[in-house]
Protein backbone atom coordinates (compact mmCIF):
# COMPACT_ATOMS: atom_id res chain seq x y z
CA UNK A 1 0.00 0.00 0.00
CA UNK A 2 1.34 3.46 -1.11
CA UNK A 3 0.97 6.10 1.80
CA UNK A 4 1.56 9.71 1.46
CA UNK A 5 4.15 10.83 3.87
CA UNK A 6 6.64 13.36 2.74
CA UNK A 7 10.03 13.58 4.32
CA UNK A 8 9.61 17.37 4.76
CA UNK A 9 6.68 19.19 3.76
CA UNK A 10 7.82 22.68 2.11
CA UNK A 11 4.78 24.50 1.23
CA UNK A 12 2.73 23.76 4.24
CA UNK A 13 5.64 25.96 6.37
CA UNK A 14 3.59 28.88 4.28
CA UNK A 15 -0.20 27.21 3.84
CA UNK A 16 0.08 26.16 7.67
CA UNK A 17 0.10 29.87 8.43
CA UNK A 18 -0.54 31.99 5.22
CA UNK A 19 -2.80 34.51 7.02
CA UNK A 20 -0.37 35.39 9.84
CA UNK A 21 2.90 35.68 7.37
CA UNK A 22 0.83 37.88 5.03
CA UNK A 23 -0.30 40.23 7.31
CA UNK A 24 3.73 40.31 8.36
CA UNK A 25 4.49 40.53 4.92
CA UNK A 26 1.62 43.75 4.72
CA UNK A 27 2.91 45.28 8.02
CA UNK A 28 6.69 45.35 6.55
CA UNK A 29 6.21 46.42 3.02
CA UNK A 30 3.82 48.90 4.13
CA UNK A 31 7.05 50.20 6.39
CA UNK A 32 9.40 50.21 3.96
CA UNK A 33 11.10 48.54 6.19
CA UNK A 34 13.05 46.14 4.34
CA UNK A 35 16.84 46.15 5.34
CA UNK A 36 18.38 46.67 9.69
CA UNK A 37 15.36 47.57 11.06
CA UNK A 38 13.53 47.41 14.24
CA UNK A 39 11.99 43.95 13.58
CA UNK A 40 15.70 42.56 13.15
CA UNK A 41 16.80 44.31 16.21
CA UNK A 42 13.82 42.95 18.01
CA UNK A 43 14.45 39.18 16.97
CA UNK A 44 18.03 39.76 17.96
CA UNK A 45 17.26 40.91 21.22
CA UNK A 46 14.42 37.91 21.53
CA UNK A 47 16.75 35.34 20.22
CA UNK A 48 19.41 36.46 22.78
CA UNK A 49 17.28 36.10 25.57
CA UNK A 50 15.86 32.61 24.33
CA UNK A 51 19.10 31.02 24.84
CA UNK A 52 20.95 33.09 27.45
CA UNK A 53 23.21 35.25 25.87
CA UNK A 54 24.22 38.76 25.76
CA UNK A 55 23.84 39.31 22.01
CA UNK A 56 22.70 37.80 18.50
CA UNK A 57 23.32 38.97 15.01
CA UNK A 58 21.08 38.46 12.44
CA UNK A 59 23.42 37.25 9.27
CA UNK A 60 22.08 35.80 5.56
CA UNK A 61 22.60 32.59 6.79
CA UNK A 62 24.64 29.94 9.48
CA UNK A 63 27.65 28.93 6.94
CA UNK A 64 28.43 33.31 6.70
CA UNK A 65 27.67 33.44 10.58
CA UNK A 66 30.33 30.42 11.68
CA UNK A 67 33.02 32.37 9.42
CA UNK A 68 31.81 35.71 10.80
CA UNK A 69 32.30 33.46 14.50
CA UNK A 70 35.44 32.30 13.48
CA UNK A 71 37.24 35.50 12.32
CA UNK A 72 35.80 37.83 15.15
CA UNK A 73 36.97 34.88 17.52
CA UNK A 74 40.63 34.97 16.65
CA UNK A 75 40.87 32.25 13.76
CA UNK A 76 44.12 33.36 11.98
CA UNK A 77 45.39 31.86 8.60
CA UNK A 78 46.89 28.49 8.98
CA UNK A 79 44.92 27.32 12.25
CA UNK A 80 43.40 24.30 12.50
CA UNK A 81 40.20 24.30 13.40
CA UNK A 82 38.92 20.27 14.73
CA UNK A 83 35.82 19.42 13.43
CA UNK A 84 33.31 16.20 13.30
CA UNK A 85 33.20 14.54 10.13
CA UNK A 86 29.69 14.05 10.58
CA UNK A 87 28.96 17.71 9.84
CA UNK A 88 27.77 20.04 6.59
CA UNK A 89 30.05 20.99 4.28
CA UNK A 90 29.23 24.67 5.43
CA UNK A 91 31.15 23.96 9.25
CA UNK A 92 34.29 23.04 7.31
CA UNK A 93 34.10 25.65 4.52
CA UNK A 94 33.79 28.45 7.41
CA UNK A 95 36.54 27.55 8.49
CA UNK A 96 38.16 26.96 5.15
CA UNK A 97 36.89 30.73 4.01
CA UNK A 98 38.47 32.16 7.71
CA UNK A 99 41.93 31.18 6.48
CA UNK A 100 42.02 28.25 9.16
CA UNK A 101 42.28 24.12 7.68
CA UNK A 102 39.57 22.15 9.23
CA UNK A 103 40.97 18.97 10.73
CA UNK A 104 37.80 16.11 10.88
CA UNK A 105 37.80 13.49 13.21
CA UNK A 106 34.93 10.36 14.11
CA UNK A 107 32.07 10.55 14.88
CA UNK A 108 30.40 9.61 18.12
CA UNK A 109 27.23 7.00 18.96
CA UNK A 110 25.42 10.39 19.69
CA UNK A 111 26.25 11.69 15.86
CA UNK A 112 28.09 14.21 17.59
CA UNK A 113 31.94 14.52 17.78
CA UNK A 114 33.21 12.02 20.05
CA UNK A 115 34.99 13.72 22.16
CA UNK A 116 37.88 11.03 22.37
CA UNK A 117 38.85 11.92 18.66
CA UNK A 118 39.41 15.57 19.34
CA UNK A 119 43.00 15.33 21.71
CA UNK A 120 44.81 12.81 19.06
CA UNK A 121 44.37 15.25 16.32
CA UNK A 122 45.97 17.71 17.91
CA UNK A 123 49.18 19.63 16.66
CA UNK A 124 51.22 22.45 17.13
CA UNK A 125 48.88 24.49 14.68
CA UNK A 126 45.42 23.85 16.31
CA UNK A 127 43.91 26.26 17.52
CA UNK A 128 40.17 25.64 18.18
CA UNK A 129 37.68 22.79 18.07
CA UNK A 130 34.41 23.62 16.11
CA UNK A 131 31.70 20.80 17.44
CA UNK A 132 28.53 20.29 15.44
CA UNK A 133 25.60 19.84 18.01
CA UNK A 134 23.78 17.85 15.49
CA UNK A 135 20.24 16.83 15.18
CA UNK A 136 19.15 19.07 17.83
CA UNK A 137 21.70 17.53 20.53
CA UNK A 138 24.06 19.63 22.31
CA UNK A 139 27.95 17.80 21.87
CA UNK A 140 29.13 16.42 25.35
CA UNK A 141 30.26 19.52 26.59
CA UNK A 142 31.85 18.92 29.55
CA UNK A 143 34.70 16.52 28.03
CA UNK A 144 34.99 19.10 25.15
CA UNK A 145 35.46 22.11 27.62
CA UNK A 146 37.92 20.07 29.51
CA UNK A 147 39.83 19.16 26.83
CA UNK A 148 40.07 23.27 25.38
CA UNK A 149 40.82 24.14 28.73
CA UNK A 150 43.54 22.01 29.33
CA UNK A 151 45.24 22.22 25.79
CA UNK A 152 44.56 26.04 25.57
CA UNK A 153 41.85 25.70 22.49
CA UNK A 154 39.36 28.49 21.61
CA UNK A 155 35.73 26.20 21.45
CA UNK A 156 33.21 27.46 18.58
CA UNK A 157 30.17 26.02 18.22
CA UNK A 158 28.16 25.37 14.83
CA UNK A 159 24.52 25.19 16.24
CA UNK A 160 22.85 25.66 13.09
CA UNK A 161 20.63 22.70 13.73
CA UNK A 162 20.14 22.89 17.57
CA UNK A 163 18.30 26.22 18.79
CA UNK A 164 16.87 25.61 21.94
CA UNK A 165 19.05 22.13 22.76
CA UNK A 166 20.55 22.18 26.14
CA UNK A 167 23.26 20.55 28.11
CA UNK A 168 22.92 20.71 31.92
CA UNK A 169 20.24 23.39 31.42
CA UNK A 170 22.99 26.00 29.23
CA UNK A 171 21.91 26.34 25.34
CA UNK A 172 23.70 24.81 22.28
CA UNK A 173 25.44 27.80 21.01
CA UNK A 174 26.90 29.18 24.12
CA UNK A 175 29.16 27.30 25.40
CA UNK A 176 32.10 28.76 23.61
CA UNK A 177 33.28 32.06 22.14
CA UNK A 178 30.71 32.12 19.72
CA UNK A 179 27.99 29.75 17.42
CA UNK A 180 25.98 30.23 14.21
CA UNK A 181 22.49 29.03 13.95
CA UNK A 182 20.72 28.62 10.86
CA UNK A 183 16.88 29.50 10.36
CA UNK A 184 16.57 27.85 6.31
CA UNK A 185 13.27 26.90 6.01
CA UNK A 186 13.48 23.21 6.89
CA UNK A 187 14.90 23.84 10.05
CA UNK A 188 13.42 23.86 13.59
CA UNK A 189 12.83 27.73 13.46
CA UNK A 190 12.66 28.09 9.58
CA UNK A 191 12.74 31.74 7.89
CA UNK A 192 11.04 31.52 4.17
CA UNK A 193 14.40 31.74 2.51
CA UNK A 194 17.83 31.90 3.58
CA UNK A 195 18.85 33.09 7.21
CA UNK A 196 20.83 32.52 10.20
CA UNK A 197 22.09 34.41 13.51
CA UNK A 198 25.54 34.75 15.39
CA UNK A 199 25.01 34.22 19.40
CA UNK A 200 28.23 35.41 21.44
CA UNK A 201 28.39 37.03 24.95
CA UNK A 202 31.09 38.81 24.41
CA UNK A 203 31.12 42.09 23.39
CA UNK A 204 34.01 42.93 21.47
CA UNK A 205 32.90 40.10 19.41
CA UNK A 206 29.56 41.14 18.82
CA UNK A 207 31.02 44.68 17.85
CA UNK A 208 33.45 42.98 14.98
CA UNK A 209 30.21 40.76 13.80
CA UNK A 210 28.11 43.60 13.56
CA UNK A 211 31.07 44.79 11.05
CA UNK A 212 31.57 41.82 9.55
CA UNK A 213 27.89 41.21 8.44
CA UNK A 214 27.76 44.96 6.85
CA UNK A 215 31.13 45.85 4.94
CA UNK A 216 33.20 46.55 7.74
CA UNK A 217 31.67 49.75 8.75
CA UNK A 218 31.04 50.98 12.52
CA UNK A 219 28.30 53.08 13.58
CA UNK A 220 30.19 56.26 11.58
CA UNK A 221 30.38 54.32 8.11
CA UNK A 222 34.16 54.24 8.17
CA UNK A 223 35.12 50.74 7.25
CA UNK A 224 37.26 49.34 10.35
CA UNK A 225 38.27 45.99 8.15
CA UNK A 226 37.43 45.02 4.72
CA UNK A 227 33.88 42.69 4.89
CA UNK A 228 31.01 41.92 2.17
CA UNK A 229 27.32 42.30 2.59
CA UNK A 230 25.79 39.28 4.75
CA UNK A 231 22.19 40.82 6.60
CA UNK A 232 19.05 38.88 7.74
CA UNK A 233 16.52 40.79 5.96
CA UNK A 234 14.20 42.69 8.17
CA UNK A 235 11.20 40.54 6.78
CA UNK A 236 12.53 37.51 7.67
CA UNK A 237 12.96 38.29 11.06
CA UNK A 238 9.77 39.69 11.48
CA UNK A 239 8.54 36.15 10.34
CA UNK A 240 10.86 34.79 12.84
CA UNK A 241 10.00 37.09 15.89
CA UNK A 242 6.21 35.57 15.07
CA UNK A 243 7.64 31.83 14.65
CA UNK A 244 9.91 32.18 18.02
CA UNK A 245 6.62 33.02 19.92
CA UNK A 246 5.71 29.73 19.50
CA UNK A 247 8.66 27.96 19.56
CA UNK A 248 8.85 26.20 22.57
CA UNK A 249 5.91 23.94 21.64
CA UNK A 250 7.48 22.69 18.31
CA UNK A 251 10.05 21.54 20.77
CA UNK A 252 7.57 19.69 22.39
CA UNK A 253 6.01 18.41 19.60
CA UNK A 254 9.18 17.13 17.83
CA UNK A 255 10.39 15.29 21.55
CA UNK A 256 6.64 14.05 21.38
CA UNK A 257 7.70 12.58 18.14
CA UNK A 258 11.12 11.73 18.80
CA UNK A 259 9.76 9.84 21.80
CA UNK A 260 6.82 7.67 19.88
CA UNK A 261 9.83 6.25 16.77
CA UNK A 262 12.00 5.25 19.68
CA UNK A 263 9.48 3.01 22.03
CA UNK A 264 7.96 1.54 18.53
CA UNK A 265 11.84 0.80 17.04
CA UNK A 266 13.74 0.09 20.00
CA UNK A 267 13.43 -3.45 20.03
CA UNK A 268 14.32 -3.87 16.15
CA UNK A 269 17.83 -5.47 16.55
CA UNK A 270 18.89 -4.02 13.43
CA UNK A 271 18.16 -0.22 13.35
CA UNK A 272 20.44 1.89 15.93
CA UNK A 273 18.55 5.04 17.52
CA UNK A 274 19.28 8.40 18.61
CA UNK A 275 19.43 8.76 22.55
CA UNK A 276 15.64 8.73 23.52
CA UNK A 277 14.05 12.38 24.93
CA UNK A 278 14.37 10.55 28.63
CA UNK A 279 17.82 8.99 27.93
CA UNK A 280 19.41 11.65 30.17
CA UNK A 281 18.51 14.13 32.37
CA UNK A 282 21.70 16.32 31.42
CA UNK A 283 20.37 16.41 27.31
CA UNK A 284 17.60 18.54 26.61
CA UNK A 285 17.52 17.41 22.48
CA UNK A 286 15.15 19.19 19.81
CA UNK A 287 15.33 16.61 17.62
CA UNK A 288 16.13 18.72 14.14
CA UNK A 289 16.60 14.88 12.71
CA UNK A 290 15.71 11.81 13.88
CA UNK A 291 18.63 10.26 12.54
CA UNK A 292 18.98 6.35 12.72
CA UNK A 293 21.77 3.43 11.79
CA UNK A 294 19.91 0.82 10.02
CA UNK A 295 21.26 -2.48 8.70
CA UNK A 296 21.33 -3.16 5.12
CA UNK A 297 19.98 0.81 4.96
CA UNK A 298 19.57 0.78 0.99
CA UNK A 299 17.38 -1.49 1.13
CA UNK A 300 15.28 -0.03 3.86
CA UNK A 301 15.60 3.29 2.22
CA UNK A 302 14.04 1.67 -0.99
CA UNK A 303 10.98 -0.46 0.86
CA UNK A 304 10.02 3.38 2.47
CA UNK A 305 10.11 5.04 -1.10
CA UNK A 306 7.88 2.01 -2.68
CA UNK A 307 5.61 2.76 0.25
CA UNK A 308 5.34 6.37 -0.30
CA UNK A 309 7.63 7.34 2.48
CA UNK A 310 10.26 10.06 2.27
CA UNK A 311 13.42 9.74 3.91
CA UNK A 312 17.19 10.92 3.34
CA UNK A 313 20.87 10.52 3.83
CA UNK A 314 22.65 13.36 6.05
CA UNK A 315 24.82 15.37 3.41
CA UNK A 316 24.27 12.92 0.80
CA UNK A 317 25.87 10.33 2.28
CA UNK A 318 29.21 12.30 2.30
CA UNK A 319 31.54 12.52 5.27
CA UNK A 320 33.74 15.66 5.31
CA UNK A 321 36.80 13.63 5.07
CA UNK A 322 35.09 11.85 2.35
CA UNK A 323 35.18 15.22 -0.06
CA UNK A 324 38.39 13.94 -1.37
CA UNK A 325 39.03 16.66 -4.01
CA UNK A 326 39.12 19.38 -0.94
CA UNK A 327 41.90 17.81 -0.03
CA UNK A 328 41.04 15.75 3.14
CA UNK A 329 43.35 12.89 3.90
CA UNK A 330 41.62 11.60 6.88
CA UNK A 331 40.97 7.75 7.78
CA UNK A 332 38.17 7.88 10.22
CA UNK A 333 36.24 4.39 10.21
CA UNK A 334 33.80 4.64 11.99
CA UNK A 335 32.55 7.53 10.39
CA UNK A 336 32.66 5.73 7.28
CA UNK A 337 30.97 2.80 9.03
CA UNK A 338 27.74 5.50 10.23
CA UNK A 339 27.40 7.05 6.30
CA UNK A 340 27.00 3.57 5.26
CA UNK A 341 24.52 2.53 7.92
CA UNK A 342 22.32 6.27 8.26
CA UNK A 343 19.40 7.75 7.69
CA UNK A 344 16.71 10.24 8.41
CA UNK A 345 13.28 9.34 8.94
CA UNK A 346 10.37 12.05 8.80
CA UNK A 347 9.85 14.19 11.46
CA UNK A 348 8.28 18.00 11.22
CA UNK A 349 5.27 19.64 12.24
CA UNK A 350 3.21 17.98 10.17
CA UNK A 351 3.44 14.44 10.62
CA UNK A 352 0.99 12.49 12.60
CA UNK A 353 1.38 10.40 15.18
CA UNK A 354 -0.97 7.71 13.09
CA UNK A 355 1.75 8.49 9.80
CA UNK A 356 4.96 7.69 12.37
CA UNK A 357 3.06 4.23 13.38
CA UNK A 358 2.86 3.57 10.06
CA UNK A 359 6.90 4.28 9.16
CA UNK A 360 7.01 2.04 12.03
CA UNK A 361 5.08 -0.51 10.44
CA UNK A 362 6.75 -0.63 7.09
CA UNK A 363 10.36 -0.55 9.07
CA UNK A 364 9.45 -3.59 10.99
CA UNK A 365 7.51 -5.20 7.53
CA UNK A 366 11.21 -4.72 5.81
CA UNK A 367 13.36 -6.42 8.27
CA UNK A 368 11.02 -9.12 8.56
CA UNK A 369 12.23 -12.49 7.68
CA UNK A 370 15.60 -10.78 5.95
C1 LIG B 1 25.20 21.49 10.85
C2 LIG B 1 24.98 22.64 9.90
N1 LIG B 1 25.91 23.61 9.81
C3 LIG B 1 25.74 24.66 9.00
C4 LIG B 1 24.63 24.79 8.21
C5 LIG B 1 24.54 25.94 7.30
O1 LIG B 1 23.40 26.70 7.52
P1 LIG B 1 22.88 27.71 6.38
O2 LIG B 1 22.15 26.89 5.37
O3 LIG B 1 21.99 28.64 7.12
O4 LIG B 1 24.07 28.39 5.81
C6 LIG B 1 23.63 23.79 8.27
C7 LIG B 1 22.38 23.80 7.49
O5 LIG B 1 21.98 24.30 6.61
C8 LIG B 1 23.82 22.70 9.12
O6 LIG B 1 22.91 21.72 9.20
Known amino acids: MSHNIPFFNYPALFTNEEEE???????????????????????????????????????NNATDGLHFALVAGGIKPGDEVIVCSHTMQATAAAVHAAGGIPVPVEVGPDRCIDPAAIEPAITPRTRAVMPTD????????????????RRGLLLFEDAAQALGAKYEGKSAGTFGIAAAISFYPAKTLG????????????????????QLRSFGMDDS?????????????????????????????????RRVIAARYHARLVTLPRVGLPPAPDADARWFDIYQNYEIEADLRDGLQAHLKAAGIGT?????????HG???????????????????????????????????????EIEAFYRGR
Open 21 to 59: LVRIFRDVGRRGAFILQQDLADFESELARYVGCRFAVGV
Open 221 to 253: GECQRWALNSRLDNLQAAFLRHRLRAYDGVVAR
Open 191 to 210: CLGDGGAVITDDPEVHRVLL
Open 134 to 149: LNGRTCDMDAIRDICQ
Open 323 to 361: QLKLGFTQDLPRTDRFFARCLMLPLNMTITDADIDIVCD
Open 312 to 320: LIQWRGRSI
